[in-house]
């Protein structure tokens, strides 16, 4: 079957400070892969997505690339700010108009 | 960029009323929608997908006759929480899935803003 595993939080880092949130996968075909960021009291946003092997997302400073040998798809920043505190979820998806498998999502808090 | 709504952003009831939750998908239509829940600090839990034109599909353990949802239209998806109880307090989210336009890659899916219920 379908799921993502995501390292659990809550994560704290100083401003500045170097991310990385852990996102493995298992699923029976090719799936695509996202991370969604949820903000406090809001829905989720897409941050970045990588539809194939060896794709990489990124926004925002944000990076993801799509790693089939290792199923994994880890989330970085290089430095973070005080405004990308919020919650971050990994999902995947197999095919157009197919169900979501999110993972149970990172808090990220960081401080000045 | 697509957009959904989902109307009430958080709605307060009294045990044993009917709450309606509303999506819509504002610039896109959308022939499959989501509904999830999630408690504080968890992950979202996937209810039910809500398609056009048909009954929706409840996962295991969602009780069909509690959280009734309608999708009439392409853009519009309605989820009642009916005779709401306590336990039934969460954060409801919708969404709707935009075709990514062929091939196998997933489409992008569009989360509403949430609706926040609590039952008193």
């Known amino acids: 079957g379908n799921s993502v595993t995501q390292m659990e939080g809550p994560v704290t880092l100083s401003e500045e400070a170097f991310l990385t949130i852990n996102c493995t996968y298992t699923a029976t075909g090719y799936p695509s892969l996202f991370w969604y960021v949820q903000y406090p009291g809001e829905g989720l946003q897409l941050l970045l997505k990588a539809t194939k092997a060896d794709d990489k997302g990124s926004n925002k400073g944000f990076e993801a690339t799509y790693r089939k040998e290792t199923t994994s798809f880890h989330l970085e920043k290089g430095s973070v700010q005080v405004s990308d505190s919020a919650v971050y979820f990994c999902a995947l998806s197999e095919s157009a108009g197919n169900q979501f498998y999110f993972g149970t999502g990172t808090s990220l808090t960081v401080i000045p | 960029g697509a957009v959904v709504s989902q109307h009430p952003s958080w709605v307060i009831c009294k045990s044993g009323t009917s709450v309606k939750i509303e999506c819509r998908s504002l610039?896109?239509?959308?022939?499959?929608m989501f509904w999830y829940r999630q408690f504080p600090k968890q992950s979202l839990m996937l209810m039910a997908t809500?398609?056009?034109?048909?009954?929706?599909?409840?996962e295991q353990g969602v009780e069909k006759d509690k959280f009734l949802i309608n999708h009439a239209s392409l853009t519009l998806s309605t989820l009642t929480v009916t005779s709401a109880h306590p336990e039934d307090s969460s954060f409801y989210i919708c969404s709707a899935h935009r075709d990514g336009g062929g091939g196998r890659a997933a489409g992008e899916l569009f989360f509403g803003e949430g609706s926040r219920l609590t039952v008193l």
């Open positions: 809500s398609n056009e034109g048909s009954k929706a599909t409840y």
């Open positions: 610039d896109f239509q959308a022939t499959t």
